[in-house]
Every structure is written in C-alpha cells, then in structure tokens.
C-alpha cells in the first residue's frame, strides 16, 4: 500500500473527469452523457490524486432528488472522496451487484432496485414496422402532465416539461388520452449515448402490438 497521501480537489476539466469514467460503456451511460454542454454545468466533480496521479473521481449531478452520484476508480479515492469532497446527505448510487463496499463506509443503505440494463448500438436497432407504429407521435413540454398520470400508474415519477424539452418521448394516444410512452433520462450527443426508460403501457391499452 502506497504511504504516498490523497489529496481531493474540485475540478472543471472534462477531459479529465472523461478519462477517469471507466467500465463497461452501458453501466456508466449516465455518467457519460452528463458530459455534455447541457448536462455537465449540473455537475460537481471531484477528483482524488496520489501525488500527480489521478485515482478515483467523483460526480454528483444536481437537480434531482436524490442526487445521482457516480463513483470511478480506486477504493481509497473514492473514500477519500465522500469525507472531503462530495459529501451529500442521501445519494442515488448505481453501482454494479453486489453494491459498493466503500459505501458501506459512510452510508447506510436505504433501498436496492436491481435493474438489468440492455444495451443497443446503432448496427443492432432494428425499427419497430408494425400496425401500431404509425400511432406513434412525439411528445411535448406540454404532455408533461398527460406522462405523469401515465407513469403514476406504474411506478413512481415525476417529469417536469423541461425534461420532455430536453429529451425525446414518444406517445400513443387513444380517444384523446396518453396509454404508452416511453423517453430517455438523457441524452448524450458528445459520446453519442443515450439512457432510454420511463417505458409504459397502461393496463387497457397492452397486447395490442
């Protein structure tokens, strides 16, 4: 083990926060999406180095709540990052099975959400052609009510306009009233990613195409 100490400082430079954003490219989507123009000013970035050298980041993305948190790079950083860095009071942390053992340091567990993550590229998306697909319409800022109702009925959400705005969502209406959608969390255009969910269709209007 190095004697060599770990300092933690605030950073600007998304180069650098890129460089240390490691794994798999579908776990850190989010993470690599928030490097955006639009996304990364939200962000609060800290980087934790032994000596010169970078060893683990942290990076907290506001507006939400709780505030998602990414953690990258070594156990000692990142520890080092949650007592003198970053340090708020609940987070939402995605981390791979088996969770984060250095979180377990500093925070107590709330609640666990298993989730598979499907990843899809470009060359493997093949566009959905049937009878239903020409019912299908963009959604706008003022849908945002229309969403809400929808998701309440399947899991907990709220979207504000402003994330319709941002993102893309798409709809099916019938007699005049939303039954599916489904939108991104966020769009990445500078890696070219983007995180889809908030997918639902309501009871009455399933298994039909």
């Given amino acids: 083990m190095s004697t060599t100490p770990i300092e933690v400082s605030a950073t600007r430079d998304r180069e650098l926060v890129r460089s240390l954003i490691t794994g798999d490219r579908w776990i850190t989507a989010h993470a690599l999406a928030d490097l955006d123009d639009g996304e990364f000013p939200r962000t609060r970035c800290f980087v934790a180095r032994r000596g010169a050298t970078p060893i683990a980041l942290g990076m907290e993305y506001s507006g939400w709540a709780p505030q998602p948190l990414h953690l990258y790079g070594e156990p000692e950083g990142i520890a080092t990052i949650l007592q003198h860095g970053i340090r708020p009071r609940a987070a939402w942390v995605p981390t791979p099975i088996g969770g984060n053992p250095v979180l377990d340091l500093t925070y107590e567990t709330e609640k666990i959400n298993p ?20 019912l299908v319409v963009p959604l706008i800022p003022s849908d945002a009510q229309a969403l809400n109702h929808l998701y309440q009925l399947g899991f907990a959400a709220w979207l504000p306009p402003l994330a319709v705005a941002e993102g893309v969502y798409r709809g099916i209406h019938r007699n005049g009233k939303l039954v599916a959608a489904a939108g991104t969390h966020v769009v990445g255009r500078r890696e070219r990613i983007a995180v889809v969910g908030n997918v639902l269709t309501a009871s009455s209007a399933r298994g039909n195409g």
């Fill in 115 to 134: 989730m598979l993550r499907m990843g899809l590229t470009r060359a493997e998306f093949v566009p959905y052609t049937g009878p239903a697909a020409a």
